[in-house]
């Protein structure tokens, strides 16, 4: 079940937001963050010393230094497939306080699961999708879609803070379950990867006498391309709910193609 952006109450507290992984959808959430006027530190495997300089984020190379640095908010924004190594590897005894974590992942299940398991008990969690990313979210976030699980939250007013936001920015706030948002994902995004994909491998390009379907499926191959195998593969083996759906994408293509077959028999046999 899922609820609208009603259930969200509204605070509006700056809050200290430490980002783990400042790959570039990290550097497009900061912005706005920094925009409303919360203090953002940041770690990576990458060295972002420069770029977090000229926004004005503080910068750690050591994971210790990050920890102890007092975040209200540890803001996970690795890769689905590098969560387990990035997190398991972090010391969280440096931590001064209960800190709430919260993931991006778009994956919701196994960050669930597995945050629960490594955290400490009196950290809290909140799983949140952002459904938008740097380029469809270049013109403003107002209009998309970000869901979200309270998956153990006692401070609920740094939780409340946090999902602000995405609430300031005009964003459709999306109460779920991790479970029901992986089973809708399943065959929304990850189908829409694997189409894309699939439009990859066949090499379509623009024509002379495109339609705008055909366009329509050319954006969506040059949009899927611009994502990481890495994140597709990912959406696959962390959600368990999408091999079925390329199972059902294969079936249907088999009927589709048995459908014609079928047809051109009957044509023969006139």
Request: with cysteine; glycine share 4%.
């Given at each position: 079940?899922?609820?609208?952006?009603?259930?969200?109450?509204?605070?509006?507290?700056?809050?200290?937001?430490?980002?783990?992984?400042?790959?570039?959808?990290?550097?497009?959430?900061?912005?706005?963050?920094?925009?409303?006027?919360?203090?953002?530190?940041?770690?990576?495997?990458t060295?972002?010393?420069?770029?977090?300089?000229?926004?004005?984020?503080?910068?750690?190379?050591?994971?210790?230094?990050?920890?102890?640095?007092?975040?209200?908010?540890?803001?996970?924004c690795?890769?689905?497939?590098?969560?387990?190594?990035?997190?398991?590897?972090?010391?969280?005894?440096?931590?001064?306080?209960?800190?709430?974590?919260?993931?991006?992942?778009?994956?919701?299940?196994?960050?669930?699961?597995?945050?629960?398991?490594?955290?400490?008990?009196?950290?809290?969690?909140?799983?949140?999708?952002?459904?938008?990313?740097?380029?469809?979210?270049?013109?403003?976030?107002k209009?998309?879609?970000?869901?979200?699980?309270?998956?153990?939250?006692?401070?609920?007013?740094?939780?409340?803070?946090?999902?602000?936001?995405?609430?300031?920015?005009?964003?459709?706030?999306?109460?779920?379950?991790?479970?029901?948002?992986?089973?809708?994902?399943?065959?929304?995004?990850?189908?829409?990867?694997?189409?894309?994909?699939?439009?990859?491998?066949?090499?379509?390009?623009?024509?002379?006498?495109?339609?705008?379907?055909?366009?329509?499926?050319?954006?969506?191959?040059?949009?899927?391309?611009?994502?990481?195998?890495?994140?597709y593969?990912?959406?696959?083996?962390?959600?368990?709910?999408?091999?079925?759906?390329?199972?059902?994408?294969?079936?249907?293509?088999?009927?589709?193609?048995?459908?014609?077959?079928?047809?051109m028999?009957?044509?023969?046999?006139?």
């Amino acid at each position: 079940m899922y609820t609208s952006s009603s259930s969200v109450s509204i605070s509006s507290s700056n809050l200290k937001i430490g980002i783990v992984g400042f790959g570039s959808f990290a550097q497009f959430l900061a912005q706005t963050m920094i925009k409303q006027g919360h203090k953002l530190t940041a770690t990576s495997r990458t060295d972002y010393t420069d770029l977090c300089h000229s926004l004005g984020v503080s910068f750690f190379r050591d994971i210790e230094a990050f920890l102890e640095a007092e975040n209200d908010v540890v803001l996970i924004c690795t890769s689905i497939m590098s969560l387990s190594e990035v997190v398991k590897s972090m010391p969280f005894h440096c931590l001064k306080r209960p800190t709430l974590f919260v993931d991006v992942l778009s994956v919701k299940e196994y960050p669930k699961t597995f945050l629960l398991q490594v955290l400490p008990e009196e950290s809290d969690v909140l799983c949140t999708h952002p459904m938008f990313g740097p380029e469809s979210g270049k013109n403003g976030w107002k209009g998309l879609t970000c869901v979200f699980e309270k998956v153990r939250i006692r401070n609920q007013s740094t939780c409340s803070s946090f999902l602000q936001i995405f609430q300031t920015e005009g964003c459709q706030m999306l109460e779920m379950s991790c479970e029901e948002h992986d089973k809708v994902a399943a065959k929304s995004q990850f189908l829409t990867h694997t189409i894309g994909r699939v439009l990859s491998e066949m090499a379509i390009e623009s024509t002379p006498m495109n339609t705008k379907g055909f366009e329509t499926l050319i954006q969506l191959k040059e949009n899927t391309m611009k994502d990481s195998f890495d994140l597709y593969s990912g959406l696959f083996l962390r959600n368990r709910f999408a091999k079925q759906e390329l199972e059902n994408l294969e079936l249907a293509l088999q009927k589709v193609k048995q459908k014609l077959l079928d047809r051109m028999n009957e044509e023969q046999d006139i």
